[in-house]
T-cell receptor, first 113, second 111 residues
Framework: DAGITQSPRHKVTETGTPVTLRCHQTENHRYMYWYRQDPGHGLRLIHYSYGVKDTDKGEVSDGYSVSRSKTEDFLLTLESATSSQTSVYFC????????????FGPGTRLTVL | SQQGEEDPQALSIQEGENATMNCSYKTSINNLQWYRQNSGRGLVHLILIRSNEREKHSGRLRVTLDTSKKSSSLLITASRAADTASYFCATDEGGSEKLVFGKGTKLTVNP
């Protein structure tokens, strides 16, 4: 257990509203990732972070921003949610002792109406 | 871009049978990993095989890697109903800290 929590676990919002998802880890790992999972697409990387205030884009970053002001928290923000952003969002970390393996949080199911 | 592609997309077998799923990828890799996802849950790491390895075992799991064909297979022996899940392969793109996941194989093991 890599001590990863995500909040909220479920959210329903309306088109055009801002949404922030939080990923929290308790074990001081350097790398953190945000993915979205959609039927027919598998997992796709949105953004990732390799340290405090160090982030980079993934495959599907348009419409998303991230922030990491402290090691334990990685925030994903949808500035103006759209229906195409309805998805299940997973946070993951790379454990310091096992740099190749990712450990996943329980996911956040987001519905944009 | 989708690096790994699993085959088949869905597989249904009886308890006790073996399950084989395949993964193909496009670019050079340092390692390939397999993950399992139970319905409604996050992914769980199963096994990692490095590019200089050809076969690896972990319990009832056997993974092979053929870098010349850019493909890998995951074999689950003596399957159980609890193995029902989706299985994903993931590759690092030329040693990147990012993983690229395939779309997954949905395995159903019938009791």
């Amino acid at each position: 257990d890599a001590g990863i929590t995500q909040s909220p676990r479920h959210k329903v919002t309306e088109t055009g509203t801002p949404v922030t998802l939080r990923c929290h880890q308790t074990e001081n790992h350097r790398y953190m990732y945000w993915y979205r999972q959609d039927p027919g697409h598998g997992l796709r990387l949105i953004h990732y972070s390799y340290g405090v205030k160090d982030t980079d884009k993934g495959e599907v970053s348009d419409g998303y921003s991230v922030s990491r002001s402290k090691t334990e928290d990685f925030l994903l923000t949808l500035e103006s949610a759209t229906s195409s952003q309805t998805s299940v969002y997973f946070c993951a970390i790379t454990a310091s002792g096992r740099p190749d393996t990712q450990y996943f949080g329980p996911g956040t199911r987001l519905t944009v109406l | 871009s989708q690096q790994g592609e699993e085959d088949p997309q869905a597989l249904s077998i009886q308890e006790g049978e073996n399950a084989t799923m395949n993964c193909s990828y496009k670019t050079s890799i340092n390692n390939l990993q397999w993950y399992r996802q139970n319905s409604g849950r996050g992914l769980v790491h199963l096994i990692l095989i490095r590019s200089n390895e050809r076969e690896k075992h972990s319990g009832r799991l056997r993974v092979t890697l053929d870098t010349s064909k850019k493909s890998s297979s995951l074999l689950i022996t003596a399957s159980r109903a609890a193995d029902t899940a989706s299985y994903f392969c993931a590759t690092d793109e030329g040693g990147s800290e990012k993983l690229v996941f395939g779309k997954g194989t949905k395995l159903t093991v019938n009791p």
